[in-house]
DNA sequence: GATGAATGAGTTTTCATTCAT
DNA sequence: GATGAATGAAAACTCATTCAT
């Protein structure tokens, strides 16, 4: 991220492996893994086969490069928006709308990402699975942590197990975003976060 | 299902039709589309590869075939169970507890579902998608009508569209379903269906 | 060898296996295990690559067939010559001559033959090296048998031990065999078998 | 080897380009020429790809060089040795010893030595065989000179062409080094050099 | 009608060589 | 003059699909 500090060269190095990943990014989105060649890749971010593999040592770690790299970027983009508000109703309501926010910008990226992290993916042989999946209950946990902030100070009841709670608010954005990613003018994702959070926050039968 | 009336070279014809999806379901469960070849699934099945070709036009038909297959098996067990109780509220618990039971009985399937019903797969190039997801929301709609119903009478207070929610309580199950699937003992899913359950029917907030 | 008792498919198998390692010979007498692809040892055989990849699992797998085959066939070709003689220095001759026609007859084929028995050679990884020399080696053991055999009955004077002695007069043949190979027309290959025995028959130095 | 009268720089130019033939040895000796890279023998060396190529024109040119000054070594290392003696007897002793002594010291080369000069090898495409033969060639004649000098003064008998002979001692000698480098403990080059020689002084038959 | 051998396009990966810096 | 990043041709190998038996 802070390319100060570093050689001409090695700024050039990481400019051109972020236009690799790009390209790939781009290609495994349309196609999934399975469907993209080495080929392609270069081809579509403009290098030889052979420059593609002295950055990544094979088709398997560049993939994995790319969607840690994009978990990464996600996952701190949603945890940064939380950090923003104080109060535990208003930091779920951050997550709601950087959610929706984050992958207005990236659409094509959504699947991929829904396909690694939740999706039970048989596209990478091993270890990604287990590498992003851990990643993801990292961030998992600290969704969790706004709940439990939230029940210590009794202003959320405690109606299930705070890590259910996060687990389920961030599967019921999923199914909004997925909605969306299928139908975007019948299905839009809320503006207002208050429409999915409701579901939480109200209670369905009447107390 | 329903084999009378058919000519005994027909019937024979569905169950070797059968014998190769099931071979089939067994692998693409176990190592995904991709690392599955036509020999495999022949061997396993043992039948010729030629007779495979007989029976599905390629190897995407096939997959295709199977999951639609194994979808509408999973959405009648699903939807058989909510019709046998009357009240809404039991019918739910009814749509949880099935939903433990018929993925109990099939964990090695459970990947192989996601992957396709909600994790935006690419693993078959395309169409699939459309017709899987077709019915998988023509399932989701008998699953709203209960909420629907419920509200009608009375019995739900209306925090958010019947549609949305039955999205909602599906994926709220997906969710708890995953966490099983990846630490069955530390996560394993609730007997009890109203854990689930109370996360929708009690609010969060005090009203 | 012996094709009979054997299905008409498996007969054919045979044959065309045949024509493979056959071309592959040829191509490897040429330029070396390297310098030809898989695709070229096909096309050579008239068949697809997938087919030579039906017979032989691998590049090296192939070679290593090739080898010990031929290997086993000129071993065979020389122990037999020697069998068909009683006197002892009979059987050297019929040694000396049968390896001159042995290699008449397979003259592009001599430097494979060389490049894998004596050469030290590094073309092929691993295994193949051991297992023919160890064929080698049992080759020399017979060959070596015949000097033992004229020893004990008073034949040959014990100068060095059999087993050594095998070895010199193999490598005598071969350096007569190379040096033919390099330039035929200035140095034949004797056909009177004694040019080369004299070499180890009579001493350099009178006693 | 008369590095006097050279600029420095020129001297420099000497010197890195054995360091480079050096590097290039272990690794050929090692692994064979197919199996080392360019870039391997650059980094062992510690230049740059680019500076090999300043020296050798491609990595045949660079495999030829070291093949014929590894030749031009041991065949002068050799012939070297025979003038030392002034008796043929002593002088042919003076080689077995040699050769030994020669190989002792470069076991690892041994095998690329023998690959290129009696192993009819393929490793590189062509030309090299010839320049390499040619001075096998000389070599074996400043060889045979001694058999026919000791033929001249009568202290061999002529059982053989003098060049015939010293290709068969050559051809003796290298047996039992490669004996001896498939199993040193086993089958150890004599210290004794008339144990080879007997084989070609002692006649086999009682005269 | 079933079979499975044969096909060959397509994939990943390596590495000798070049050339801008 | 040295460097080493970039190149892309070429290799080994796989597998969906066909079709003669």
Chains 1, 2, 3, 4 share one sequence.
Not at 23 to 31: D, G, I, P, R, T
Not at 192 to 206: E, K, S
Request: glycine share 4%; hydrophobic share 45%.
């Amino acid at each position: 991220m802070a390319d100060e500090g570093l050689s001409r060269r090695a700024r050039e190095n990481l400019r051109r492996r972020e236009e690799m990943l790009a390209a790939a990014l781009e290609l495994f989105s349309e196609k999934g893994y399975h469907n993209v060649s080495m080929h392609e890749i270069a081809a579509k971010a403009e290098f030889a086969v052979g420059t593609l593999y002295k950055f990544f040592r094979n088709k398997e770690e560049l993939y994995k490069s790319l969607i840690v790299e994009l978990a990464d970027r996600f996952h701190e983009a949603l945890t940064s928006t939380i950090r923003e508000a104080d109060d535990e109703i208003e930091q779920l309501r951050n997550y709601v709308k950087a959610k929706r926010e984050v992958f207005a910008e990236n659409i094509s990226v959504l699947r991929l990402y829904f396909a690694e992290t939740r999706g039970a993916s048989f596209n990478v042989k091993a270890g990604l699975d287990r590498e992003i999946r851990e990643r993801y209950h990292r961030f998992m946990r600290s969704l969790a942590s706004v709940f439990e902030r939230g029940m210590r100070k009794g202003h959320f009841r405690r109606i299930a197990e705070p890590y259910y709670l996060a687990v389920a608010l961030d599967s019921l954005c999923n199914s909004f975003l997925l909605l969306w990613l299928e139908a975007p003018e019948e299905h839009p994702f809320p503006e207002n976060p208050d429409v999915i959070l409701d579901i939480l926050f109200r209670g369905l039968i009447n107390a």
